[in-house]
């Protein structure tokens, strides 16, 4: 089911950079992020209070909660720098070296996590690495 909701993923995440670059022709990035953030808390605060998640959060330990905090921060300045990008530049050309993200995602797994890349991941990797580069060039 991991590969359905990843494709899931991958598929609004293009709708996502479409639609963002549309909604921050006329505002600034900034607060378009800030709009776009907003959604996303209802969004997703009603799903947890829908689906009666939201007793579980006394259930979260300190470790968690600094992660979670830490990721957070991680997704608020991708999201600024992303949108900033897509204002002043072409989605078509910010899109690649966004998905660059895959090849430093999978350094960073086997630098804190040991995970063993396989030959096909690595080669998936650099194949990602070398598209994106050769997307952005003039």
């Known amino acids: ?23 921050v ?22 799903i947890v209070i829908f689906g009666s998640h939201l007793c579980e959060i006394k259930t979260i330990s300190r470790n968690t909660w600094l992660f979670l905090i830490l990721s957070g921060l991680s997704t608020g300045l991708s999201w600024l720098f992303y949108f900033k990008a897509i204002q002043t530049g072409s989605v078509s050309r910010v899109a690649p070296i966004d998905k660059l993200s895959v090849v ?34 003039d």
């Open 1 to 23: 089911m991991w590969k359905v909701y990843a494709f899931l993923s991958a598929f609004f995440a293009a709708l996502t950079a479409i639609c963002a670059k549309i909604g």
């Open 25 to 46: 022709k006329d505002i600034n990035s900034d607060l378009a992020t800030a709009v776009r953030t907003t959604i996303i808390l209802f969004l997703t605060w009603g």
């Open 104 to 137: 430093i995602t999978l350094l960073l797994a086997f630098i804190f996590f040991h995970e063993q890349p396989s030959f096909k991941v690595i080669v998936g990797a650099l194949l990602v690495a070398s598209g994106s580069i050769l997307m952005i060039l």
